[in-house]
T-cell receptor, first 113, second 113 residues
Framework: GEDVEQSLFLSVREGDSSVINCTYT??????LYWYKQEPGAGLQLLTY?????DMKQDQRLTVLLNKKDKHLSLRIADTQTGDSAIYFC?????????????FGQGTELSVKP | EAQVTQNPRYLITVTGKKLTVTCSQN?????MSWYRQDPGLGLRQIYY???????DKGDVPEGYKVSRKEKRNFPLILESPSPNQTSLYFC????????????FGPGTRLLVL
């Protein structure tokens, strides 16, 4: 089946940039997502990108998509302690009509003061 | 307030005793979905629904049932729970499967003894 892979942990210093990486396998994915989960909470959609885009920027967040390598990254500029959370990458399987979402294992971001 | 609600939030039960976790959204969303979250495995989709009376299997549907008789409700049914269904469950909804913000419920922590 389709798969999404992420590294499990990332530690950065406050003020640095964080880059969280993700690889996926479904070449027909049209939408890719980044979610944030704070301790004890549900998931919050941070951003999503269409597969015909290379980059999307939203304030401190930059998403880069390399469709050839099936690689997605999330860059957080000027990382703050409030950014400490688990970040999930997800792809929507099956092209435009698909409803199935596949999540990566999540990357736990730890921001040290 | 736009929200997804789940009940109960915490549940301890015994093997084989049927249970239902309710999910309700007040945003008139077409798409609803159930996930389970387990350490090291991220979120895995159990079932999803593109609209009323339309449901489909996700990644891990075994041992679960769902129904979508009304747009706002999407209950998750465990006919005969087993200890391997001990997990944290999230319900989510979005206007359509591929578009925009997916709202998550607060989660239901289930322990099956």
């Amino acid at each position: 089946g389709e798969d999404v892979e992420q590294s499990l942990f990332l530690s950065v210093r406050e003020g640095d940039s964080s880059v969280i990486n993700c690889t996926y396998t479904d070449s027909s994915s049209t939408y890719l997502y980044w979610y944030k989960q704070e301790p004890g909470a549900g998931l919050q959609l941070l951003t999503y990108i269409f597969s015909n885009m290379d980059m999307k920027q939203d304030q401190r967040l930059t998403v880069l998509l390399n469709k050839k390598d099936k690689h997605l990254s999330l860059r957080i500029a000027d990382t703050q302690t409030g950014d400490s959370a688990i970040y999930f990458c997800a792809e929507r399987e099956g092209g435009n009509q698909g409803g199935k979402l596949i999540f990566g294992q999540g990357t736990e971001l730890s921001v040290k003061p | 307030e736009a929200q997804v609600t789940q009940n109960p939030r915490y549940l301890i039960t015994v093997t084989g005793k049927k249970l239902t976790v309710t999910c309700s959204q007040n945003m008139n969303h077409e798409y609803m979905s159930w996930y389970r979250q387990d350490p090291g495995l991220g979120l895995r989709q159990i079932y999803y629904s593109m609209n009323v009376e339309v449901t489909d299997k996700g990644d891990v549907p075994e041992g679960y049932k769902v129904s979508r008789k009304e747009k706002r409700n999407f209950p998750l049914i465990l006919e005969s729970p087993s200890p391997n269904q001990t997990s944290l469950y999230f319900c989510a909804s979005s206007p359509q499967a591929y578009r925009g913000t997916q709202y998550f419920g607060p989660g239901t922590r289930l322990l099956v003894l």
